[in-house]
């Protein structure tokens, strides 16, 4: 799995995160409908991966109307809506859509360079946060928890809060890995723990609400995590289920990291408050493998993401900067 997502021959190319663990396939985007439709039903996910498809898929609308900038800047903002919380989808369209003005190769070769320098951010934010437990830790191997799935698979390549559990892993410093579930879509128990055990790292999966339990009982000594959004006050948004955990580790006096490129960090939103929580469908959660799992009309509080306040937050870890 050199890449998650990609471009080529005149298309994004990109893992379907829907069909795994099950099979690992590819998908084919050639219009900004299709691409529109694989981010809403998560086929592409992770606020750094769907910052990049949002570049790749202005260069699809600059090819689509050659000499129509009213008609890229539509599907440009058709786009950036398709996910509102992740502040890396809007920040990927308005990079590529800069080099409109140039043309459609101009727009493409911005969105591809997007593609390459995914793995070199993500690993270097991954070393400052393994560095950083180093520094409370020392050696000893470590019982880390992850929430949701901020891997390679939600980014172009290597990984976010995974990539630092990668790059403990690499020096002999994970002991085991706690991965939550991550209801109601399951993106831990299908993807993190995909990836963990693609790479032989030592892990179990829990229930989400197992998770603060664990952090209670003395079984974690790091939460290590990704972010859709961080405001300017360092509220975090990520995975709905953060929260929880994030409030556990602090009564337990466990670091709480958040691992995320500087594309993450939204100088224009001064608090979570502020932050636009995506609401999911119903169906989602009244339906198990396309069974109706509850009663008939009821309702549903399905949000996509919370918001953690910043003074539960040890440190957010970027590729340049880190926000104690």
Not at 63 to 81: S, T
Not at 142 to 158: K, P
Not at 168 to 183: Q, Y
Not at 244 to 268: K, N, Q
Request: glycine share 8%.
């Amino acid at each position: 799995m050199d890449r998650t997502l990609d471009w080529h021959d005149g298309a994004i190319v990109a893992v379907d995160q829907c069909a795994l663990p099950a099979e690992y396939t590819m998908i084919r985007l050639d219009t900004v409908d299709a691409l529109i439709a694989a981010l809403q039903r998560l086929a592409i996910r992770g606020a750094p991966a769907i910052g990049v498809a949002g570049g790749l898929g202005v260069a699809l609308a600059a090819f689509a109307h050659p000499g129509d900038e009213a008609a890229v800047r539509a599907d440009a903002a058709r786009l950036a809506a398709a996910r509102p919380t992740a502040v890396n989808l809007d920040w990927g369209v308005r990079r590529a859509l800069a080099k409109l003005p140039e043309g459609p190769d101009a727009v493409l070769a911005e969105a591809v360079a997007m593609v390459a320098e995914d793995e070199r951010v993500n690993r270097a934010a991954g070393r400052r946060a393994a560095d950083l437990l180093a520094e409370r830790y020392g050696d000893r191997p470590l019982r880390l928890l992850t929430h949701c799935n901020a891997g390679a698979l939600a980014t172009v390549a290597w990984g976010t809060a995974l990539g630092a559990i990668r790059e403990l892993a690499a020096a002999g410093r994970v002991e085991s890995v706690l991965a939550t579930e991550t209801r109601p879509l399951r993106q831990g128990a299908r993807l993190t723990v995909w990836e963990l055990a693609a790479e032989g790292i030592p892990h179990m999966l829990c229930v989400d609400s197992a998770g603060p339990a664990a952090i209670g009982a003395g079984l974690i000594d790091a939460v290590i995590v990704g972010a859709d959004r961080v405001a300017a006050n360092g509220d975090v948004a990520n995975k709905v289920g953060t929260y929880s955990l994030a409030c556990a580790a602090a009564r337990s006096g466990v670091p709480f990291l958040v691992v995320a490129p500087e594309s993450t960090i939204d100088a224009d939103t001064p608090t979570g408050a502020e932050i636009v929580i995506e609401q999911r469908d119903a169906a989602e959660v009244t339906d198990w493998a396309g069974e109706l799992a509850t009663v008939p009309g009821t309702r549903v509080y399905n949000p996509a993401f919370d918001v953690t306040p910043a003074e539960l937050v040890t440190a957010v870890v970027t590729e340049h900067r880190l926000y104690p």
